[in-house]
């Protein structure tokens, strides 16, 4: 295996308090892995410390990979779609890499965007605005401004949640197909059939690592009560670790 990023006794703590704590492994360089625990268990803490966006109280993060290798899906939640802007300006975001000076968009870039639209089955909807999208229609629009960014790391926050059976198959399709091109996909998934059925690999995380592997391996019964059993353990005893963080600059 060849690794891409590497995670070293990694801890990343809010206000002293740690969300995972002394987390160590791996990703190989396309791999195709679910982080998966229950709800507090650190995952979006996890996704964001990879990129870089939250610094680690102790333990690193370690890549030789710039900024514009990852592309990143936040999780529904974060996005505020009330944001006056259409839906190709939404995609031609992920266009950034090519961008010029004062974000002059390159040649080829506009006809890649649609392009993007379409494989996303959302011909026709490029002059629409944002906020007008149902929840699976906008999923959509943020996976072909990642299909636009061509990144080789793909970050995914709870791609698939609250959007339709039909979208989840075909978005999951495209997730596949990066995986087939070699790219190294990273999704947070709650919905644990999807994981077994999709990602080849699993990081289960409760704060601590659980399991780290083969899916078949790490999302056993066994396993996944005592990721639940370690989750209620931190609520009742989470407790204060090193010094407070400061964001990232
Ligand atoms: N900005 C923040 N400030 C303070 N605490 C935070 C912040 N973000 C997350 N936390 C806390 O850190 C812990 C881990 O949160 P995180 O969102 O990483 O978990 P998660 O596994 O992604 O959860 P979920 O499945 O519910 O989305 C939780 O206890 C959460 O309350």
């Known amino acids: 295996m060849t690794p891409v ?3 070293d006794n ?19 360089k396309g791999s195709l892995t679910a982080i998966a625990g229950p709800n507090g268990a650190g995952k ?3 996704l964001k410390a990879i990129m870089g966006e939250l610094r680690p109280v102790e333990g690193r993060v370690e890549h030789r990979l ?12 974060e996005i505020d779609r009330r944001f006056p802007i259409s839906v190709i300006d939404t995609v031609m975001l992920g266009a950034w ?5 004062f974000g002059r968009i390159a040649p080829g870039e506009m006809k890649r965007a649609g392009e993007a639209l ?19 229609q906008f999923q959509r629009v943020l996976f072909a401004r990642l299909l636009l960014q061509d990144a080789g790391i793909i970050l995914l926050d709870e791609p698939f949640a609250a959007i339709d059976a039909r979208t989840t198959r075909d978005l999951i ?9 070699g790219r190294t996909v990273i999704a947070v998934l709650h919905d644990f059939e999807l994981v077994r059925a999709h990602f080849p690999e ?13 899916t078949a391996d790490v999302m056993s019964s066994a396993n996944l009560l005592k990721a639940r059993a370690m989750a209620e353990r931190w609520d009742e005893d989470a407790e204060a670790c090193g010094p407070v963080q400061a964001p990232a600059a």
């Open 5 to 7: 990023i590497r995670i």
């Open 97 to 101: 890499k090519t961008a010029g000076a």
């Open 173 to 181: 399709d495209i997730v596949s197909r990066w995986h087939g091109e």
């Open 66 to 77: 710039g900024r514009a290798e990852f592309g990143y899906l936040p999780q529904a939640a």
């Open 118 to 136: 379409s494989a996303v089955g959302l011909d026709g909807f490029g002059k629409r605005h944002v906020g007008s999208l149902s929840a699976g």
């Open 44 to 46: 979006s803490t996890l």
């Open 202 to 214: 699993t990081l289960l995380l409760a704060r601590e690592l659980v399991g780290w592997g083969p």
């Open 10 to 28: 990694l801890t990343v703590a809010y206000n002293r308090h740690p969300a995972i704590h002394h987390v160590s492994g791996a990703f190989a």
